[in-house]
């Protein structure tokens, strides 16, 4: 019954490949989001959609490709991973402009 | 960039009180205070938020001063399970939550 689920929890590519990290909540939030946790620990903000609708797409790569079926799934496409894509990368919830935010325990993506 | 300032590091003896101080003096009237953790890889935890009233919750209290400028999170009686990297954040009006470097909290035995 975990909050916010995301999988899979490692993810070890070569560069040039396309893959995907799928994030789920079942906590009935409005908005999800992505984030990107670098080697140095900078958490970044990537996407946010609200109602399936993209509301923050900060400067990230158009190789980045969020996707929302519906309010309760949103899953992160990478095409052409470079070696620089290598982070963890978290999924959050919450109420639009509500209470804290609940996130994933984390995508490590490693990038060989 | 983060709009909160937070010291790199502190030290707190286990079962005393942690107060971990941040500054935010480019706060907007209508912005909230957010508290979050992050403990080893796992994902970062909600602590508590405000906005002008201080706020208790059953993890810890935030104290927001007058002008807004600053604000001080305690967590009560701190455990070694408290030992984490604090994040004080401003959440703007466009709901986008900027991380700061945060404060690595060590609880001592």
């Known amino acids: 019954d975990t909050a916010v689920s995301q999988t899979p929890k490692y993810l070890v590519t070569q560069m040039g490949n396309d893959k995907s990290i799928k994030c789920e909540q079942n906590l009935g939030h409005d908005t999800m989001y992505w984030y990107k946790q670098d080697s140095k620990k900078f958490l970044k903000i990537m996407f946010s959609y609200n109602n399936k609708e993209l509301i923050i797409n900060e400067t990230v790569p158009n190789r980045f490709s969020p996707k929302s079926p519906d309010k309760a799934h949103l899953n992160l496409h990478i095409n052409s991973l470079e070696l620089g894509d290598s982070a963890v990368y978290f999924c959050?919830?919450?109420?639009?402009?509500?209470?804290?935010?609940?996130f994933g325990s984390g995508t490590r993506l490693t990038v060989v | 960039d983060a709009k909160t300032t937070q010291p790199p590091s502190m030290d707190c003896a286990e079962g005393r009180a942690a107060n971990l101080p941040c500054n935010h003096s480019t706060i907007s009237g209508n912005e909230y205070v957010y508290w979050y953790r992050q403990i080893h890889s796992q994902g970062p935890q909600y602590i508590i938020h405000g906005l002008k009233n201080n706020e208790t919750n059953e993890m810890a209290s935030l104290i927001i001063t007058e002008d807004r400028k600053s604000s001080t999170l305690i967590l009560p009686h701190a455990t070694l399970r408290d030992t984490a990297v604090y994040y004080c954040?401003?959440?703007?009006?466009?709901?986008?939550?900027?991380f700061g470097k945060g404060t690595r909290l060590h609880i001592l035995p």
């Open positions: 954040i401003v959440r703007s009006a466009d709901d986008k939550i900027i």
């Open positions: 959050a919830s919450s109420f639009l402009q509500g209470d804290g935010y609940t």
